[in-house]
């Protein structure tokens, strides 16, 4: 890898990572040979790569849109190993992260007002490419983001997936310090969310099927815990300006819609199974509303970054070496990460 010339590779220089071979499938070693460097891409040798919930749906084809062999992930930190000729702004050494997003037009009308996931011709980093659980990357350059100083690698990585997910409703929502904000699902995404409340100035209160959750909810930072499957315990935290939503579970939507204070938003980043029930009365009276929302464009990932920084929010992550990336997926599918998996080099 000492290279960086721009024209090809030697054989001994391909990058090594770990693939699916097929649906569900184990992943297993795959080598292959990058794409010559573009004049504004960059090479990234990888250093942390954060296991998300997506990685697992992609590798299971659940979205009938993966390929093989699928290199998953795309919570990628590492430094810039090699630079094409039209990049100015990062050098070689610099530690990037990159998230979902490896590049877009940069040139439509929601590239260049900041919200370039919305883009027609908008790249993930693992569809239709190999992904962040190998040694090397090549991406878009405008899609590789400095991490500050001050934020650890293996507690950052999951922030380019996870964390942007959450940051970004409170950011495009327009949700303020004194508003009451509860996060439903206290896991890879809920925990991260509970933070960024938290470190935004509201007044968090966190929803769990798992009782057991209460006292990390609390340290996470939530102010209120509540069960979210007790209709009781749900009406009880009434009065939410913002809800976000982070779970892959069927709830009753409607408590939900009723614990909103008048005006409140209901924004929802997990996929549950089933389709979104809700009463069109519950949502006119209030004048409430029920949103989506995903990853974020560049300008909220530098946001989110510098924001993380300044208030030491990170992902609880548990580390396992990369070749151990079977295992990680494993306990991302059944739900046994506490709170995140990262897969370092
Ligand atoms: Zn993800
Ligand atoms: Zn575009």
Redesign the pocket.
């Known amino acids: 890898m000492g290279s960086s010339q721009q024209t090809g590779r030697r054989a001994e220089d391909r990058i090594h990572a770990h693939a699916a071979p097929g649906k569900g499938k184990p992943l297993a070693p795959f080598a292959y040979e990058p794409a010559p460097l573009g004049p504004h891409d960059v090479e990234v040798a990888i250093s942390h790569c954060g296991v998300c919930h997506s990685d697992v749906h992609l590798v299971d084809n659940d979205w009938g849109v993966s390929r093989y062999p699928l290199v998953p992930g795309h919570e990628i930190i590492g430094t810039v190993s090699a630079l094409g000729e039209g990049v100015p702004h990062l050098s070689r050494g610099q530690r990037v992260g990159i998230g979902w997003q490896r590049g ?5 009308h ?2 260049v007002t900041g919200r ?1 996931p919305l ?4 790249q993930a980093t693992c569809l239709g490419h190999y992904g962040g659980f190998a040694t090397h990357i090549r991406v878009d350059s405008r899609f590789a983001f400095p991490i500050p100083d001050a934020l650890d690698s293996a507690t950052a990585a999951p922030l380019l997936c996870g964390g942007i997910t959450v940051f970004s409703p409170l950011r495009d929502f327009a949700v303020t310090p004194q508003m009451r904000v509860g996060v439903v699902g206290v896991g890879g995404l809920g925990h991260l969310a509970i933070r960024f409340a938290r470190a935004w100035g509201c007044e968090v209160t966190a929803f769990s099927s798992t009782p057991d959750k209460h006292d990390a909810a609390l340290q996470l930072g939530a102010h209120h815990f509540a069960a979210s499957t007790d209709r009781g315990a749900v009406k009880r935290a009434a009065g939410q300006d913002f809800i976000l939503s982070t779970v892959m579970a069927d709830l009753d939507w409607g408590a939900y819609i009723d614990a909103l204070a008048p005006g409140g938003t209901l924004c929802v980043v997990g996929v549950p199974p089933s389709a979104l029930k809700v009463e069109a009365f519950s949502l006119i009276g209030g004048q409430k509303r029920v949103c989506g929302s995903a990853i974020g464009g560049r300008a909220a990932m530098g946001e989110m970054l510098g924001f993380a920084a300044r208030h030491a929010v990170g992902a609880q992550a548990e580390c396992l070496p990369m070749a151990e990336a079977n295992t990680a997926l494993d306990r991302v599918r059944h739900n046994r990460a506490r709170f995140r998996m990262v897969l370092t080099a």
């Open positions: 877009s037009c940069l040139s439509c929601y590239c370039e883009c027609d011709a908008n």
